[in-house]
């Protein structure tokens, strides 16, 4: 894959790209240097790299350092354009469907809601079997609130907004320095970074699925180990670089 951090701009999704999947969200583990080695590759970049997460900001920060990147959160409900800079945060899921949800979440074992104001994420990673029954009483919660979407993941359901995606994200980061007139690249491993896929194929630029095809994916990494010798790969001087 001939990426070049002098002409490309890089959005990298989090859990199941950059890191591994673990039982529950804050039990996932970053490898120690990878924070560095993503910052080295932005410098490369001019800045162009941006961490696009259904993680709140808060969450990617507390993982990857506070306000040390570029990020979409929330899928792009919360972004900050620039390491450093203030974020733009879209307006908060209704708090009545919020509590609705998280109290339809516990009536079932093993799932909880993850409140992510902007967004709801109901995990049944623990609980596999309960996914069918699951999403048919969010759907029922749901109901008839227009502009609401329930979006699968990995063990996950997320209730979110509709319109806010992790394409809109990448429009919104390409529109403005240092990341307009860099051709994008997106690597992400879910159904929800197939918005990236589309907005960075419709830019020209570059899609790379992770451990399994997806839809407007150029190419495949394995597993985020790839992932994460291929951010290394990038962010080293160009003399340091096997050919
Ligand atoms: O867009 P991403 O950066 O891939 O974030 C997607 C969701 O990631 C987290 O949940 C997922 O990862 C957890 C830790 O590995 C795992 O336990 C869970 O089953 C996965 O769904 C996060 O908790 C969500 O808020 C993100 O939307």
Redo the contacts with the bound molecule.
């Keep these: 894959m001939a990426l070049d951090p002098g002409t490309h701009a890089f959005f990298l ?5 950059l890191i591994d ?5 804050e ?2 583990v970053v490898p120690p240097g990878l924070s560095d080695t993503l910052m080295a590759l932005a410098e490369r970049a001019d800045g162009a790299l941006a961490l696009v ?3 709140s900001l808060a969450s990617l920060d507390a993982l990857f350092g506070a306000d040390r990147f570029a990020a979409a959160g929330v ?1 792009g409900a919360d972004i900050r354009l620039a390491a450093g800079g203030p974020s733009h945060p879209a307006p908060a899921l209704d708090e009545d469907l919020r509590v609705a949800l998280r109290a339809a979440s516990a009536a079932f074992e093993g799932v909880f809601a ?1 409140d ?1 104001v902007h967004a709801v ?1 109901i ?1 049944y ?1 623990a609980s596999p079997e309960v996914a069918p029954a699951l999403s048919r009483v969010l759907t029922e919660v749901v109901g008839q609130r227009r502009g609401i979407e329930i979006m699968p ?4 359901f ?1 209730v979110r907004q509709a319109g806010i995606d992790k394409g809109a994200a990448v429009d919104r980061f390409m529109a403005s320095p240092p990341f307009a007139g860099r051709r994008p690249v997106f690597i ?3 159904v ?2 197939e918005a990236g896929f589309r907005a960075v194929n419709q830019a020209g630029g570059i899609a790379v699925a992770v451990g399994a095809p997806r839809d407007g994916a150029h190419t495949i990494l394995p597993d985020p180990r790839a992932v994460r010798a291929l951010i290394t790969h990038l962010a080293a001087e160009p003399r340091q670089r096997r050919r």
């Design positions: 999704d989090v859990d199941g790209t999947i673990a039982e529950r969200p039990a996932v997460s259904g993680r899928h993850e992510k994420a995990h990673r993941g990995h063990c996950v997320e992400g491993d879910d929800t970074d």
